[in-house]
């Protein structure tokens, strides 16, 4: 069985919210829909630092939440939006077509 591999396009992700404070107008947190054989997937994305640390609080206790219920105490990799390195999750939802 090969991997499949998506790249979704930066233009997909919608930036929602920003760091408190934070002046330099850098996203805490993106979403994105894509349908993966025609099941609506709810991504999320979260900034992390340099030690893949969730840089928002207000967003930690949830993935720290997620990696409890998935029994992952590994860093998960991340990826590049706008030079800087986030993390993501994929949620199915809704109907699909």
Known sequence: M???VIQIPDDCW???DFLD???TGIPSQL??????NTCPMHFEA???D???EICDPRHQQAINLVKVA???DEPWKSFNYGGH????IAIPFGMGR
């Open 2 to 4: 090969d991997d499949a």
């Open 14 to 16: 919608e930036p929602v």
């Open 21 to 23: 404070g934070d002046e």
């Open 31 to 36: 979403l994105a829909t894509l349908h993966v």
């Open 46 to 48: 979260y900034l992390v």
């Open 50 to 52: 340099e030690q893949g």
């Open 70 to 72: 998935l029994r992952d």
């Open 85 to 88: 390195e986030y993390v993501m």
